[in-house]
């Protein structure tokens, strides 16, 4: 009697264990797996074998349902396989796995096609590239599309390529915008009902922004909406998104605007990460960052729309259908970068409604009516805030967050289940100089410089925030500022790496470390996981970081357990 007892309860343990975590099983395997569909495409927030968007899915929420890995056994987690590329250089890739094979790329645009099982190179592709490039921060690039039978990768040279999936073929390419004048292209692509939709960064050279919509098989070109609007002056808004004032010279600006004209042609705006989108809704939402020249005003008045905000467009056509913006008038280079998350949010009322997610440079996570983009609440703030919103000069003028963050390009995760967001930050205080010049055409065009202050401490963040009422739950203080990404799992666990190498999981209810690696080089790109034959995989890439400097490396490194 006791053994059948003491049975029975391993049994209702063990299913409740399965219950809870989760599992890595063959019923998420979604059409013949040959090709990816938008079937696959649609479901693959349900899909545990696969990682076929980005950061996860179409919502861009970064959490994977597979918990074969878990709170339990994560420490038990080993290096099943490590490949390493040609390129030593900064890496922000985020692997791409379709059916038991990988896609990742690496600086100046290599992609290989790998073995997921056992890090097998399948095959490699080498762009070649023109004779001009104008980049931003690295010469990085954040990873592939794949759609069909092809594999899409924008290019340093401003280029969207399709690959064949099986072979690395180039199967088209096409010129997505003039290099010479400041584009080019280090996101990745989204793949939507035969489209290939693709931004720009560029807004530090006097670009205009855009998210454009290709056709995915012929290439040729859909739509475009353009990040910033013809009429850019907007409300005049004297605040911020927090209400807080941002000191602007309203009747300096207005002046201007008389003598200048509107800005729109060079006014920045570039979208660097991947769109949310919404099939049902027939909807696209994505931000953009900072307005050009960055640190300087005085030559761009208005609110610079749509600079600085969280936009929506229509996926059919490419129209307008609402925006909100953050910081008007940007003068500290706090650009919106890190990807939009879709998921169901309590409003004001209490009420649930789909909602929009943003962590911001301003160091708070932004809570959006995915309806209208109207803005339901704002985070505390994850980072210090200090001297908010003090104006560039000549001399230099402290203010923070530093133009790095707050949250970077970093793409969030959340834990739908627990309603908690999770971020890495930088504190990284800087100086704003301002320094007047005319547009150079298609150079670097900052208007002044910050600067970081070596003589102030630096360092970084992992932040669950709970977003229905904008409350930290938990922080973990990291040696070095973080830049890279962040993967939450149905095993209970969320995933980071720092610049000094570490890549450890945490708990997701409570922070608590779990385990730890050291890759020898900078973690500083977004995590994917997967599952081959049963096993669950965590993946990252270890190559270090340009912006920040982070030792490089060329690693690719996948975690399975024993």
């Known amino acids: 009697m006791i053994v059948n007892k003491l049975l029975s309860r391993f049994v209702i343990l063990a299913v409740a264990f399965a219950f809870s975590y989760g599992s890595a099983n063959a019923d998420t395997l979604y059409g013949n797996m040959q090709t990816v569909t938008q079937d696959m495409l649609d479901r693959a927030d349900g899909d545990a074998n696969n990682f076929l968007h980005t950061n ?5 929420t970064r959490y994977h349902p597979a918990g074969q890995i878990n709170l339990e056994n994560v420490g038990e987690l080993r290096p099943a396989w490590i490949f390493q590329t040609e390129i030593v250089d900064s890496m922000e890739t985020s692997p791409i796995v379709v059916n038991g094979i ?30 001009i490039t104008t980049y931003c921060c690295g010469p990085n690039n954040r990873g592939v599309a794949a759609y069909g039978d092809m594999v899409y990768m924008g290019t340093l040279d401003a280029k969207l390529v399709a690959l064949d999936a099986k072979t690395g073929a180039l199967n088209w390419e096409v010129q997505i915008a003039d290099p010479e004048l400041g584009y080019s292209e280090t996101m990745a692509p989204s793949a939507v009902d035969g489209k290939i939709l693709i931004g720009t960064n ?13 056709d995915a098989a012929s290439g040729d070109l859909l739509w475009t909406f353009h990040s910033t609007a013809e009429n850019s002056v907007g409300v005049w808004a004297t605040h911020d998104a927090t209400g807080r004032d941002m000191l602007r010279d309203i009747k300096a600006e207005k002046k201007a605007l008389k003598e200048l004209g509107d800005p729109y042609k060079t006014l920045g705006g570039g979208v660097w990460q991947n769109p949310a989108i919404d099939l049902a809704n027939d909807r696209v939402y994505f931000v ?4 050009s020249p960055d640190l300087d ?8 729309l749509y600079t600085n905000s969280v936009i929506a467009v229509n996926l059919s056509t490419g129209e307008y259908v609402c925006h909100f913006q953050y910081i008007a008038h940007d003068v500290w280079d706090l650009d919106a970068v890190s990807p939009v998350v879709i998921t169901d949010v309590m409003n004001e009322k209490g009420e649930m409604v789909r909602g929009l997610l943003h962590g911001g440079k301003s160091g708070h996570v932004y809570v959006h009516n995915a309806d209208d983009c109207s803005l339901i609440r704002f985070s505390e703030a994850m980072v210090p805030q200090e001297n908010m919103w003090v104006l560039p000069t000549a001399e230099g003028a402290r203010m923070l967050p530093g133009a790095n963050g707050g949250v970077e390009w970093s793409p969030l995760a959340i834990n739908p289940n627990l309603g908690l967001s999770y971020a890495i930050n930088l504190h990284q ?12 055409g298609g150079k670097l065009w900052l208007g002044g410089a910050f600067k970081v202050i070596p003589s102030e401490e630096q360092w970084g963040n992992i932040t669950a925030v709970d977003y ?13 500022p973080m830049i890279g990404g962040i993967l939450a799992t149905a095993g209970g666990l969320v995933f980071a790496g720092e610049g000094n190498g570490t890549f450890a999981a945490y708990d997701a209810e409570n922070g608590s470390q779990m385990w730890s690696f050291q890759a020898g080089a900078g973690v500083n790109a977004p995590p994917s996981s997967y599952t081959v034959n049963g096993k669950q995989y965590i993946v990252v890439a270890a190559g270090g970081n340009a912006q920040l400097n982070y030792k490089r490396g060329n690693n690719i490194i996948a975690f399975t357990l024993d």
């Open 429 to 440: 205080p800087m100086t704003y100089h301002v320094e007047s010049s005319p547009y150079p």
């Open 297 to 304: 005003g005085s030559i761009r008045p208005g609110d610079n």
């Open 56 to 60: 996860g899915n179409y919502a861009q």
């Open 468 to 480: 229905h009422t904008g409350n930290i739950k938990w922080k973990v203080k990291t040696q070095q």
């Open 288 to 291: 953009a960052g900072n307005p």
């Open 102 to 131: 990988m896609y990742v790329t690496t600086s100046f645009n290599h992609v290989y096609a790998l073995n997921a099982e056992t890090g097998a190179e399948l095959w490699h592709y080498k762009h070649k590239m023109g004779p």
């Open 202 to 214: 560029g807004g530090e050279y006097g670009i205009r922004g855009f998210v454009k919509a290709f």
